[in-house]
């Protein structure tokens, strides 16, 4: 595993397989790496893509904190190399997929998977907090399983600095924290929030402030209009942390380490992830 990051890697190191997905910037492909025959996922980006949207410090960033982070929920980015139009992105392979398919198939999920989820997720993003990394950008899209079907942060949002111009170019604006909708100065503290939204979604099936327009969506999320539906029924605990962690105020949001005490979590959540 260790020389994965030191040696110079090209495309002929590899044998490429099925299309795995395909992402806003290129698509992934399950790829074999020929003399180790070992699996990975390998996501091609196209050069003139990120000329274009002029986001080589986002790439820049990503490499540098994705393969300083070493945790059983963030999926490993190995290293990478580029040909002349294309930069490849040497991936763990998520045997499991996207979460979003899962979710989308079940139409929502247990309380038990919705509190493992939400414990590996928090997990995870603890780890990235003591390492200043702020994530912002965690919808169930960058959502993966493995093969036993554990949960993988996967994306390229990872940065620490101001929130990115991309968010409100393209994507959902289901997942905003109040003060990013209001464009202020934030902090760690949008995780959490974003942890809420993706309960509530993983246990109703969609999320909270989901509307018709954008611009009703915006001002679900500063009124922070919750309403829990009553099918499917859902625990008060679970509505208890929600409503603990879609708070306005950033600072009375609940700490990551109170959500891995939440009774919720405690009862529902399995240990092994
Ligand atoms: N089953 C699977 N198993 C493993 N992976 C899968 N999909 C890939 C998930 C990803 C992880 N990391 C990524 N990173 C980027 O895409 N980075 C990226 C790309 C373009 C531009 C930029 C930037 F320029 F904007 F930064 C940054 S995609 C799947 Br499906």
Redesign the pocket.
């Known amino acids: 595993e260790g020389d994965k990051e030191k040696r110079q890697w090209s495309l002929q190191d590899f044998e490429i397989g099925k299309p ?2 395909k ?4 698509r ?1 492909y399950l790829a074999r790496e020929v003399k180790s025959k070992y699996i990975v ?1 390998l ?1 091609v ?1 196209f050069k003139e ?2 000329e274009k ?1 002029r ?2 410090h ?2 820049k ?2 490499m540098e904190i ?1 393969t300083s982070l070493r945790h059983p929920n963030i ?1 490993r ?1 190995y290293g990478w190399f580029h040909d002349d139009e294309r930069i490849f ?1 040497i ?8 979460l979003y398919r899962e979710l989308k198939k079940k139409g929502y999920l247990s309380e038990k998977q919705a509190a493992t989820y939400i414990a590996s997720l928090t997990n995870a993003l603890a780890y990235c907090h003591e390492k200043d990394v702020i994530h912002r950008d965690i919808k169930p899209e ?1 959502l ?1 399983l493995d093969h036993e079907g554990r949960l993988k942060i ?3 949002g990872w940065s620490v600095q101001s929130r990115s111009k ?1 968010r409100t170019m393209c994507g959902t604006l289901d997942y905003l924290a109040p003060e990013m909708v209001e464009n202020k100065a934030h902090d760690y503290a949008v995780d959490n929030w974003t942890l809420g939204i993706l309960c509530y979604e993983f246990l109703y099936g969609a999320p909270p402030f989901e509307a018709e327009s954008q611009k009703d969506t915006f001002r679900r999320i500063m009124k922070v209009d919750l309403t829990f539906p009553s099918d499917p029924p859902v625990s008060a605990e679970a509505k208890n942390l929600i409503s603990r962690l879609l708070v306005k105020d950033s600072s009375k949001r609940l700490s990551l380490q109170k959500i891995m005490e939440h009774p919720w979590i405690i009862k529902n959540a399995d240990p092994m992830g």
Do not use: C, P, S, T
């Open positions: 795995l997905g992402g806003k910037f290129g992934v996922a996501k980006i893509q990120i949207y986001i080589h986002q790439l960033r990503e994705q999926l980015l992105l991936l763990e392979y998520a045997f499991g997929g996207e960058n993966l996967a994306d390229f991309r």
